[in-house]
């Protein structure tokens, strides 16, 4: 069965400090994409980060960066310098190929600290 | 323009009303989704349209009727719904390129029901 797995429900951190969310995947499928969304309380999901399964460089976005070990199925999420702005609900997905079904983990709620 | 728009923002309905939801894109995607979404819940998949066609749905009950009436158009109509369908709905569109798993989604900002 395809599974996202996110362990930590809650995180904090210190304003300008760097976050690792973790986020591990399930899938017999080769070829795969995950993703990372950010969800703050008005609700909309914004899309932040993209990384594919035969993509051998780890993603970068900005201060957003994907630590992909293919090996251990883990797509973790680096933030780096974090913001206030940055304290929300993130989303890790994954959406394998040929289909138009992505699958959720159940998030991790961060909080960042002034 | 990089924008999903919904509208309405905010609906309360009781059990006997009928409602729409409308969801709208101008990004050339043809792929288009709607979620549900409880509180502190990864949003759940409905139903997905691709070129205008429904290729996806989640055994969502038939008092959820989604409608594609063209490639930037997407409703979801309401009928007879209870309180427990109160939740923030969701719409999404794609790409559909044939690349793999490139296809990042765009949301909007989502529709809060509440059914009373």
């Known amino acids: 069965a395809q599974k996202i797995t996110q362990t930590q429900p809650g995180m904090f951190v210190q304003e300008k400090e760097a976050v690792t969310l973790d986020c591990t995947y399930d899938t017999s499928d080769q070829s795969y994409g995950l993703f990372w969304y950010k969800q703050p309380s008005s609700g909309e999901m914004i899309f932040l980060i993209y990384?594919?399964?035969?993509?051998?460089q780890n993603a970068t976005e900005g201060r957003y960066s994907l630590n992909f070990q293919k090996a251990r199925k883990s797509a973790n999420l680096v933030i780096s310098a974090s913001q206030l702005g940055d304290s929300a609900m993130y989303f890790c997905a994954m959406r394998p190929s040929g289909t138009y079904k992505y699958i959720f983990g159940t998030g991790t709620r961060l909080k960042v600290l002034a | 323009d990089t924008e999903v728009t919904q509208t309405p923002k905010h609906l309360v309905m009781g059990m006997t009303n009928k409602k729409s939801l409308k969801c709208e894109q101008h990004m050339g995607h043809r792929a288009m989704y709607w979620y549900k979404q409880k509180a502190k819940k990864p949003p759940e998949l409905m139903f997905v349209?691709?070129?205008?066609?429904?290729?996806i749905n989640e055994s969502v009950p038939s008092r959820f009727s989604p409608e594609c009436p063209n490639s930037s158009l997407l409703n979801l109509h309401l009928h007879a719904l209870q309180p427990e369908d109160s939740a923030l709905y969701l719409c999404?569109?794609?790409?559909?390129?044939?690349?793999?798993?490139?296809?990042?989604?765009?949301f909007g900002p989502g529709t809060r029901l509440t059914v009373l």
């Open positions: 999404a569109s794609s790409p559909t390129s044939r690349t793999s798993g490139a296809n990042e989604q765009f």
């Open positions: 990384q594919g399964s035969y993509d051998e």
């Open positions: 349209y691709s070129y205008e066609k429904l290729s």
